[in-house]
Every structure is written in structure tokens, then in C-alpha cells.
């Protein structure tokens, strides 16, 4: 684990409108503001975007899986704000829905505006946060401060006194087939690969 410690600094207020790429839009946004390390609260509604949904197996390095959405889907998401080759960059995730169906996970490349999104970016004064390639994982993670603040070892437990009794097993639920057409099939299409 690694952490930083700092204060708030400037706190931004954004509308974005129909049409425009809610990605590229904060992106500018943080650049031109010169907003370092801070996180981004949003909310609204996306046209189309392109998300994360997970890696296609859980395995070092990842292959991401991709889902690619239209129609109006309702949004709800945070990002954190680092350094990246000298310039700053948002992590960017949200959950996303539209008619009782959900998606979660990393918005990438593209996501367009339906009627509006709304942003919020608190800055972070006195932290120091860059994203820096890790060989393992193949991926650019946070690094805190010059070589970043190490936290405390957890705590080992504590033994009671007194016995704890093991908490009951719970019952097996019993198994249900999905109907034709159900959530758990439409989720499975929504989420397929394209044929490369």
C-alpha cells in the first residue's frame, strides 16, 4: 500500500452538453487547469461509449474486455487525477444503466453526451501522485510522492477470551435455468466480443 496526504484545493464545477465527448472535454479540462492530482465526481447521461468491463480471463498482464453502449444510458462515476508523461490524466470509472440493464467498469476512448453531464473536480493541494508503467501488471499505476509513503502493517488480531461460535452454513440456493430471452442472456450478447 501507498498513500499521500494533503489538503483541498480548488473545487471546479462543470456542465457538459449533448454532443460532446465527456472524456475529452474533462480531460482538456484538468490540462488547461493545470489540476495535478484530485478525483472527479460525475453524473448524467452518455450517447455511446466504450468501457472496461473487467479483464477477458484474471490473469497477469490483463486483455481487457470491451463493451460498447448506445441509446441513453444513465451515468454515475468517479476518476482520480494524476501525472502521466508530464501531463495530467484521469482514471476514469463509472456505472452506467438504461431499462433495468447495468454495466460497470473503465470508461475509454470515447463517451458522447445525451443532454448533459455534470462534473465535479476537487483538487488535491501538497500530493504528489504519477502513473508509471509496472512490469507485472503491464498497466500504468499510481505511485505516491517521490517513491511513495508506505502504510502500517495491518494489525494481527486479537484472541478473545471467550469463544466465538462459527457462524451458521448457508442453505445452497437451488439452481434456476435462465428463460430464453433472459436478463442473464442479454447481459451475455451485451458483453460478447466482436468477432476480430
Known amino acids: 500500500m501507498q498513500y499521500s496526504e494533503g489538503s483541498i484545493g480548488r473545487v471546479f464545477v462543470l456542465r457538459i452538453d449533448d454532443g460532446e465527448d465527456?472524456?475529452?472535454?474533462?480531460?482538456?479540462?484538468v490540462k488547461t487547469h493545470n489540476v495535478t492530482a484530485g478525483t472527479i465526481?460525475?453524473?448524467?447521461?452518455?450517447?455511446?461509449?466504450?468501457?472496461?468491463?473487467?479483464p477477458e480471463e484474471a490473469v497477469f498482464p490483463p486483455d481487457p474486455h470491451f463493451v460498447m453502449f448506445e441509446g441513453g444510458w444513465e451515468m454515475v462515476g468517479?476518476?482520480?487525477?494524476?501525472?502521466?508523461?508530464?501531463?495530467?490524466?484521469?482514471?476514469?470509472?463509472?456505472?452506467?444503466?438504461?431499462?433495468?440493464?447495468?454495466?460497470?467498469?473503465?470508461?475509454r476512448e470515447k463517451a458522447v453526451t445525451y443532454i448533459v453531464a455534470e462534473a465535479v473536480i476537487l483538487?488535491?493541494?501538497?500530493?504528489?501522485?504519477v502513473r508509471q508503467f509496472d512490469e507485472k501488471t503491464r498497466?500504468?499505476?499510481?505511485?505516491?510522492?517521490?517513491?511513495?509513503?508506505k502504510g502500517p502493517a495491518p494489525?494481527?488480531?486479537?484472541?478473545?477470551?471467550?469463544?466465538?461460535?462459527?457462524?451458521?452454513?448457508?442453505?445452497?440456493?437451488?439452481?434456476?435455468?435462465?428463460?430464453p430471452g433472459g436478463l442473464a442472456e442479454i447481459?451475455?450478447?451485451?458483453?460478447?466480443?466482436?468477432?476480430?
Open 123 to 129: 483538487e488535491f493541494a501538497g500530493v504528489s501522485i
Open 22 to 29: 465527456f472524456l475529452d472535454v474533462t480531460r482538456e479540462f
Open 41 to 54: 465526481l460525475y453524473l448524467g447521461a452518455l450517447r455511446q461509449a466504450r468501457m472496461v468491463t473487467g
Open 155 to 179: 494489525e494481527k488480531p486479537v484472541k478473545k477470551s471467550e469463544p466465538v461460535p462459527p457462524a451458521p452454513e448457508p442453505e445452497p440456493a437451488e439452481e434456476e435455468e435462465d428463460a
Open 139 to 149: 498497466v500504468n499505476l499510481p505511485v505516491h510522492g517521490k517513491e511513495g509513503q
Open 78 to 107: 468517479i476518476g482520480t487525477i494524476s501525472m502521466e508523461d508530464s501531463a495530467p490524466a484521469i482514471h476514469f470509472h463509472a456505472s452506467v444503466g438504461r431499462a433495468g440493464y447495468a454495466l460497470t467498469g473503465c470508461l
Open 187 to 196: 447481459i451475455r450478447d451485451l458483453t460478447r466480443r466482436p468477432p476480430v
